[in-house]
């Protein structure tokens, strides 16, 4: 299994990101897909999710400006970061909704930095 998350970055208040996260080991286009994060000091959260047929929710933090989408031909699910705000600074990670079990344990791959700076 790899899950690998890119695009993050450094970016002023109110700027945006694009994060890609590319998957393989999995049969991507049948299972949920979710956009986690994790900032310091705080537990992992999941702020996005999408579905096999498509249907998506949000977090309350970041309703109405991210946007999670998915290319199943690519086994790739993208995040599309709006009007960010400096506490969305967190380490950003794609996973299966829920996430990916290896050896009893959740499975975590690669996550991608996103620092906002006010």
């Known amino acids: 299994v790899q899950l690998q998350a890119f695009g993050g970055g450094l970016v002023q208040a109110g700027g945006s990101l694009r994060l890609s996260c590319a998957v393989s080991g999995r049969i991507f286009s049948i299972n949920s897909m979710g956009w986690y994060r994790q900032a310091p000091g705080k537990q992992r959260e999941l702020v996005a999710t999408i579905t096999s047929s498509g249907s998506i929710n949000y977090s309350d933090s970041v309703k109405g400006r991210f946007a999670i989408s998915r290319d199943n031909a690519k086994n790739t699910v993208y995040l599309q970061m709006n009007s960010l705000k400096p506490e969305d600074t967190a380490v950003y990670y794609c996973?299966?909704?829920?996430?990916?079990?290896?050896?009893?344990?959740?499975?975590w791959g690669k996550g991608t930095q996103v620092t906002v700076s006010s």
């Open positions: 996973n299966e909704d829920p996430p990916v079990v290896v050896g009893f344990m959740d499975y």
